[in-house]
């Protein structure tokens, strides 16, 4: 199972919930879909729109507001293999944790701690033995991820380590 949204904070009156989704494709959580959650019940999506940007996301099995704000800060699940397929420059998050990473010139940097999506842009969080550095996931600066062999390179500018 992994995560596709959390829900966040109670809309309107009917039950309705933002919901946030770190997804590029926040359409695909529409009616019918039904999450899991992890305490092992499902939510059956009965409604979904975007209001000011926002995902908002009604369950057949929430009614009103107090049913909603009790699901704040739910994580809402699908089986892996409803994922949809990617493309070949395209990785998964958690399947960039704990890979190798090295400069360009071979040297051991330290391993990826977690990915972190947001802000001007994604990035790597590499645990090195002077304590976790930020490496902004952009071409210019990670020009080769290899899952296969379980690294990560990376062409940091001097300072940013």
Do not use: C
């Amino acid at each position: 199972m992994i995560v596709v949204g959390t829900v966040g904070k109670a809309h309107a009156l009917r039950g309705e919930v933002e919901v946030i989704t770190g997804s590029n494709e926040p359409d695909r959580l529409g009616p019918p879909t039904v999450f899991t959650t992890p305490d092992g019940s499902t939510l059956t999506v009965r409604s979904y729109r975007r209001h000011h940007g926002r995902v908002i996301i009604g369950f057949e099995e929430v009614t009103d507001r107090t049913a909603a704000e009790a699901l704040r800060g739910t994580d809402l699940l699908i089986p892996d293999e409803e994922r949809r397929e990617l493309a070949e420059d395209e990785w998964w998050p958690e399947d960039l944790e704990g890979l190798v990473v090295r400069t360009v010139g071979g040297e051991e940097v330290g391993t990826v701690a977690r990915f972190v999506t947001g802000g001007p842009q994604d990035r790597l969080v590499v645990a090195t033995p002077a304590g976790d550095r930020d490496i902004p996931f952009v071409s210019a600066l990670v020009p080769e991820v290899d899952i296969e062999r379980g690294v990560v390179v990376i062409d940091p500018p001097t300072d940013l380590l």
